[in-house]
Structure formats: structure tokens, C-alpha cells
């Protein structure tokens, strides 16, 4: 019941590589890598019923994912979010079957802890004794949460102008916090420089290979917590990808060891429309994505101008039968407004936008009435600017 990683595969070279061994990106090419597991090893102890016996959270998914020591995971009570129907709001935008994976929930409030849980103790198994990421926010406070966790340093760059409670997280958990007058294309820049400068290892999204496996345990639930049905639709906020190039993964090792049938989900990336790199390249019928100029959106983590695992997205989108859509800010804040007002609760500009996705693709009829969709709440709202509110009465008593 432990790791059955045997390989690193290279995402777009396919060439393989040694699993015990600190890696980054694939040398042959600067693109990503993939771990790969000895499957039917894992289908022999990874059954629906030893899945039932065992303690809640992501590490109950040890035999597909990296870390063969255990001693090196620091568990903050990361994985396992609630998957909930939101009847009145999908009623208002005619989804009945919606429902929202509340990420949000995790130790951070982001999707974020799962990624970084998995990074940071697999590569301090291997070695690594200090880390670094570029981050829009949420990133860089899951990483000094768990580096802290587990008592190594970290260093976190952000832009100057990322959420004030995501400086605060990074700080506060001790973290070495550098503000960059740009975007994350820029921190993630200055932050391979400062690697370079220290050995600290850098965990720039698809950078390494293990933040991928962390994410990968939202597709792993997803399926466990639908009887091993995949929904019809998984509506997905996109920067860099991480998460959507995940469960796809998921889904494919969970049906090589027999959990579930071939059936797939349709997949939906959504960017706002002032940073729709992989939008553009899905509707111009690109494999890459072209860097998007002069990026901006309120909501900071879809600010992501280029994305390395671009292709791996597109991919995915495609072989799902898949599409992306972009939304306007108006879109998300009107969106964010609707989902608080109808019982979604206080949701991120991120979720708001994958919400205005899903009901302009209800709108044009791609998604249908009947269908079970899922959004994925990637962080809670409570980590952003608050939307500008009206006038409010103030009484004295």
C-alpha cells in the first residue's frame, strides 16, 4: 500500500526517465513530465472497498501518487472536499444538476495545499532542503504553509499587486515574500534567477512533476464521490492548467486499474477575456498556446499570460470533447454576486468566472438541461478584494 511510481515520461517528448531522482522540466524539450505508476500494482491494493476502510484525505490515494517515505508528508488535512449540489443557483441558470467541488476547503482555502503537500514532500524525500515558486497568490501561501509544516525555508514572488491576504498568508507562515512590479510571467522570471543564485528548488507550476500529482486527487475524488460515474460536464477555472491536466490523468489511471469505464467528462477550460491564452489556441486549433499581452483580470490566479503544460491542456480539451470560453468581468462579477445570493456561498473571482462559463454554455444549449455538471470552487472568496458594495444603511442605537 505504498507508491508504485516507476517513471518520469516526458509530456510532449515521451522519453523516460529514472522516478528517485530530483527533476524538473523535461531536459529534451522544457516541457513538462509526467510521473507513471505500475497500474496493476496499484489495482491489486487500490480497490473501492480499501478505499472505504481508510483514513479520509489525499494521502488515502498513496499507491498513485509519489512519496515512498511517509515520514516526509506533513499532513495539514488536505483532500477529501465536499462535492454539493447548488439547486438554487443551478435552477437560475436551468442546470439543475449543478454542483460545486469545494476547494476552498482545503488548509489554505485553495485548491493550492494539494499540489504543494505532494510537491514539498516529495522533493525534500529526494533531496531538496529549501523552495522557491512564482506565484499569483494562493501558490505562494500553500507553499510556505507546508514548508513551514515541515520546517524548510521558502521564498514566494509575487506581483506587487496580488491580494493583500495571499502577502499576509506567505508572510505570516514565514516565508521570504519578493513583490514584482509585473506578472507572474515576470516572478516566475526572477524567481529562476534567485533558484539559480541559492539551489533553492523551484516549484513553478509544471516546473517538477509532483504539484500535478497533488491536483491530480481532485479527479481521483470526483469519481469516488459519484459512485464511479464521472459527470457529463467538468467546468474548470484555467491558469496554468495544473488542475484540469491532473484529473485527466486521474481519469486514465482510474480506469487502467479497473475503477472506472472509458467514459470521460467533457471538459471546459475558462479564462476571462483579458487573459484567454488557451481560448484563443482551442478556437484557432492549436496544439500551443501563444503568450497573451498586456494580461489583465481581477481574478489573479486566470492572470497567467503562458502557460508550459499549454499543449497537455488543449490535448485534454479535445480528447474530452471539451471546449473553452472566455467570460468578460462583468460576466464574473455578476456571476460572484448570483452564486452568494442563491446559496453558493462567497466564492472567488476564479469560481465566479468557471460559474459564468457554465451558464453561457447552457445559454448557446452545449450544455444540456439534464446534464450533471460539476464546477470546480478552486478557493474561497474570503482571500480576495472584496466587490464594491452599495450604499448600506448605518442606524444608531
Known amino acids: 500500500m505504498h507508491s508504485t511510481l516507476t517513471a518520469f515520461e516526458g509530456g510532449l517528448s515521451g522519453r523516460q526517465y529514472p522516478p528517485d531522482q530530483l527533476h524538473g522540466v523535461d531536459p529534451e524539450d522544457g516541457r513538462p513530465l509526467l510521473a507513471r505508476y505500475d497500474l496493476g500494482a496499484a489495482a491489486t491494493t487500490l480497490t473501492a472497498e480499501a478505499l472505504a476502510g481508510r483514513p479520509r484525505g489525499l494521502w488515502r490515494w498513496r499507491e498513485l501518487l509519489p512519496v515512498r517515505d511517509l515520514r516526509f508528508v506533513t499532513d495539514l488535512g488536505e483532500g477529501d472536499t465536499p462535492l454539493v449540489m447548488v439547486p438554487r443557483l443551478g435552477r437560475h441558470i436551468d442546470v439543475p444538476q449543478l454542483q ?13 495545499a494539494r499540489g504543494m503537500a505532494v510537491a514539498v514532500a516529495r522533493n525534500r524525500e529526494l533531496g531538496a532542503s529549501a523552495f522557491i515558486v512564482p506565484s499569483a497568490g494562493n501558490a505562494g501561501g500553500a507553499l510556505a504553509a507546508y514548508a513551514a509544516a515541515a520546517g524548510v525555508p521558502a521564498t514566494v514572488v509575487m506581483p506587487v499587486d496580488a491580494p493583500g491576504v495571499n502577502k499576509a498568508e506567505a508572510v505570516t507562515c514565514g516565508a521570504d515574500l519578493v513583490l514584482v512590479r509585473g506578472l507572474i510571467s515576470d516572478c516566475g522570471q526572477l524567481a529562476r534567477r534567485i533558484a539559480g543564485d541559492t539551489g533553492a528548488f523551484n516549484l513553478a507550476t509544471l516546473a517538477e512533476p509532483y504539484r500535478v500529482e497533488g491536483k491530480k486527487t481532485m479527479g481521483l475524488e470526483l469519481a469516488e464521490q459519484s459512485g464511479w460515474r464521472l459527470p457529463d460536464v467538468v467546468v474548470y477555472p484555467t491558469g496554468g492548467g495544473t488542475g484540469l491536466i491532473g484529473m485527466w490523468k486521474a481519469f ?7 475503477l472506472i469505464g472509458p467514459r470521460r467528462p467533457r471538459l471546459v477550460t475558462v479564462q476571462a477575456d483579458g487573459c484567454a491564452p488557451i481560448v484563443r489556441a482551442f478556437a484557432r486549433g492549436e496544439r500551443f498556446a501563444e503568450p497573451w499581452h498586456n494580461a489583465v483580470t481581477t481574478a489573479s490566479g486566470l492572470r497567467v499570460p503562458s502557460a508550459l503544460g499549454d499543449f497537455l491542456i488543449l490535448d485534454a480539451l479535445r480528447e474530452s470533447g471539451g471546449t473553452a470560453i472566455a467570460v468578460s468581468e462583468g460576466d464574473i462579477d ?36 439534464d446534464e450533471d455538471v460539476v464546477v470546480f470552487d478552486t478557493g474561497v472568496g474570503h482571500k480576495y478584494p472584496a466587490p464594491q458594495l452599495p450604499d448600506l444603511r448605518v442606524v444608531d442605537v
Open 252 to 258: 486514465a489511471e482510474l480506469e487502467a486499474i479497473g
Open 334 to 369: 455578476r456571476a460572484r454576486r448570483e452564486a452568494g445570493r442563491l446559496g453558493a456561498g462567497y466564492v472567488s473571482p476564479e469560481t465566479a468566472a468557471a460559474l459564468a462559463g457554465a451558464a453561457e454554455l447552457r445559454t448557446t444549449g452545449w450544455i444540456g438541461h
Open 100 to 112: 460545486l467541488k469545494l476547494e476552498g476547503l482545503n488548509p489554505t482555502g485553495s485548491f493550492k
